[in-house]
């Protein structure tokens, strides 16, 4: 079975401070692995995907994570946090095939504070 | 290029009634699941269509169906609505749902039950 832990419910750190979000994995085989973030009263929005293709994964607003195979982890990071990176960010990784269906499977969540 | 919509965005009902949620994938998408968010269990997966079929469903009770049609617009069914189904309800859409893809999220509805 395939999930993911989100290792802390809770961030804090201020402004202009690097941000580090901690995931790790579990999967039978090679994972598809993703960081979406929500802000308040908004729906989804995609971060970055990992598909195999390379351990370094650049996303969107200066997020990166890396996929390391040897630790199980898929940690989210910025250099220099900004207050509107303030959300709720999700690891998710997903299973199923072309024919046996798909779906999401998503960590409970952590929640980044941006403090002035 | 539209994005995911969903409707309505909001919706508050009386238990035991049932409820239709509507969600319009991202064009030429052909894989649309929905998600069920709640503070304490977060995000849950109801299930998933693929070309009008269902190909994977989450662990709920019955009362919660859903369907596709041919132009891969979707709709879920909640019917003898309780108190414990207020959530907000996210459907997402992605091209080829397949493992390797992302999905794309709508705003949700959110939905009360009182």
């Known amino acids: 079975a395939q999930s993911v832990t989100q290792l802390d419910s809770h961030v804090s750190v201020s402004e202009g401070t690097p941000v580090l979000l901690r995931c790790n994995y579990s999967?039978?085989?090679?994972?598809?692995l993703f960081w979406y973030v929500q802000h308040p009263n908004k729906g989804l929005q995609l971060l970055l995907k990992?598909?195999?293709?390379?351990?370094l994964v650049k996303g969107i607003n200066g997020f990166e994570a890396e996929f390391k195979k040897s630790e199980t982890s898929f940690h989210l990071t910025k250099p220099s946090a900004h207050m509107s990176d303030a959300a709720e960010y999700f690891c998710?990784?997903?299973?199923?095939?072309?024919?046996?269906?798909?779906?999401?499977?998503f960590g409970k969540g952590t929640s980044l504070l941006v403090t002035p | 290029k539209a994005g995911v919509t969903q409707t309505p965005r909001y919706l508050i009902k009386t238990r035991g009634q049932q409820v239709t949620l509507s969600c319009s994938p991202i064009?030429?998408?052909?894989?649309v699941s929905w998600y069920q968010q709640t503070p304490g269990q977060g995000l849950q997966f109801l299930f998933e269509?693929?070309?009008?079929?269902?190909?994977n469903k989450g662990n709920f009770p019955g009362r919660f169906s859903g369907r596709q049609f041919s132009n891969s617009r979707s709709e879920m069914n909640v019917s003898t609505l309780e108190l414990g189904d207020s959530a907000l309800y996210l459907c997402?859409?992605?091209?080829?749902?397949?493992?390797?893809?992302?999905?794309?999220f709508g705003q949700g509805t959110r939905l009360t039950v009182v």
């Open positions: 064009s030429g998408h052909r894989s």
């Open positions: 999967s039978s085989y090679s994972p598809s």
């Open positions: 990992y598909t195999s293709a390379a351990t």
């Open positions: 269509y693929f070309s009008e079929t269902q190909r």
């Open positions: 997402a859409s992605s091209s080829r749902g397949t493992g390797f893809t992302e999905a794309f």
């Open positions: 998710v990784v997903t299973f199923g095939g072309s024919n046996s269906g798909y779906a999401l499977n």
